[in-house]
């Protein structure tokens, strides 16, 4: 089973920008996508972005599009978001996802395996 561990969450202002990180414990996710999701409270989780197998193509949900940027590392087994530009409604939990297929889905249901969650809190 693959584990996963985000970090570099936490509290920034308006306008300001954090680096998020995923390493995962085993190689095997060379093949396979890797994707970001948030959720907000009592909301279902949200789609932010995809990339994949080899990190040669990326997409994006429309909220961010334009000011968060996924990339990985498949030396270290690591992907990452880097968000600027943040607003306060792009605070929620974070959460990493191994991806189902080589190629990012935009579902949920597309990703297999799951981070414990990073909180980001942007004040305004």
């Known amino acids: 089973q693959v584990q996963l561990v985000e970090s570099g969450g936490g509290l920034v202002q308006a306008g300001g920008s954090l680096r998020l990180s995923c390493a995962a414990s085993e190689r095997t996710v060379y093949h396979n996508a890797m994707g970001w999701f948030r959720q907000f409270p009592g909301k279902e989780r949200d789609f932010v972005a995809g990339?994949?197998?080899?990190?040669?193509?990326?997409n994006y949900g429309d909220s961010v599009k334009g000011r968060f940027t996924i990339s990985r590392d498949n030396a270290k087994n690591t992907v990452y978001l880097q968000m600027n530009s943040l607003k306060p409604e792009d605070t929620a939990v974070y959460y990493c996802?191994?991806?189902?297929?080589?190629?990012?889905?935009?579902?949920?249901?597309?990703?297999?395996?799951w981070g414990q969650g990073t909180q980001v809190t942007v004040s305004s």
């Open positions: 996802a191994v991806g189902r297929f080589a190629y990012a889905a935009a579902t949920a249901l597309d990703y297999a395996y």
């Open positions: 990339i994949d197998y080899v990190g040669a193509s990326s």
